[in-house]
């Protein structure tokens, strides 16, 4: 059973724009932790940002913030100032029994 | 130091096939994680090796297997190929220490292609 759902399966932006990607969760732990990682065209995937659950403060990176709502397992991903590397496939994931699940993916297009 | 290397990059197998990927985790890292990834069922999780054992699996039938050796370098194996098994197969590797944040580095990917 799919346990993180992203709604947003693509989205677009314009070039400077700002962009909020959702995901949703479910686990019963307390403890945990939440990652947004990007995937460029054809390049690998990496970590954008990583939110651990008993943190009340969201994280930042640079230009990415995270909006984290424990209590209605959410998490999503405000994407500032876009450019266009910014375009990529991105995936919302969170730990689970020691694996890391991720969720669809949401794919960004930057407009120019 | 270098990151994860998977080869081959991109194969094409046909229906019945069987393949092998290798995966060369970034140097000290011990966990290596397989995931299928298609259009559309994103990252499935396949399974995890740390120390030369599996630690996890993936809800995937037992035509998919992999092993862990002991320089951390992991394999995985598909038999019977079928046309559904057609994806990237991405790999990850991670230090797993005490204080794991759950960070994973991934390779570029092979992509199969089954006919």
């Known amino acids: 059973a799919q346990t993180v759902t992203q709604s947003q399966p693509e989205m677009s932006v314009q070039e400077a724009e700002t962009v909020t990607l959702s995901c949703t969760y479910d686990?019963?732990?307390?403890?945990?932790?939440l990652f947004w990682y990007k995937q460029p065209p054809s390049r690998q995937m990496i970590l954008v940002i990583r939110?651990?659950?008993?943190?009340?403060q969201n994280a930042t990176e640079n230009r990415f913030s995270v909006n984290f709502q424990k209590a209605a397992k959410s998490f999503s991903l405000k994407i500032s100032d876009s450019q266009l590397g910014d375009a990529a496939m991105y995936f919302c994931?969170?730990?689970?029994?020691?694996?890391?699940?991720f969720g669809k993916g949401t794919r960004l297009h930057i407009l120019p | 130091k270098a990151g994860v290397t998977q080869t081959p990059r991109y194969l094409i197998k046909t229906r019945g096939q069987q393949v092998t990927l290798s995966c060369s985790p970034i140097?000290?890292?011990?966990?290596v994680s397989w995931y299928q990834q298609t259009p559309g069922q994103g990252l499935q999780f396949l399974f995890e090796?740390?120390?030369?054992?599996?630690?996890n699996k993936g809800n995937f039938p037992g035509r998919f297997s992999g092993r862990q050796f002991s320089n951390s370098r992991s394999e995985m194996n598909v038999s019977t190929l079928e046309l559904g098994d057609s994806a990237l197969y991405l790999c990850?590797?991670?230090?797993?220490?005490?204080?794991?944040?759950?960070?994973?580095?991934f390779g570029e990917g092979s992509r199969l292609t089954v006919l």
């Open positions: 140097s000290g890292h011990r966990s």
């Open positions: 990850a590797s991670s230090q797993v220490a005490r204080d794991w944040t759950g960070e994973l580095f």
């Open positions: 090796y740390f120390s030369e054992t599996q630690r």
């Open positions: 994931a969170y730990n689970r029994d020691d694996k890391i699940i």
């Open positions: 686990t019963s732990e307390s403890d945990y932790y």
């Open positions: 939110q651990e659950a008993y943190k009340q």
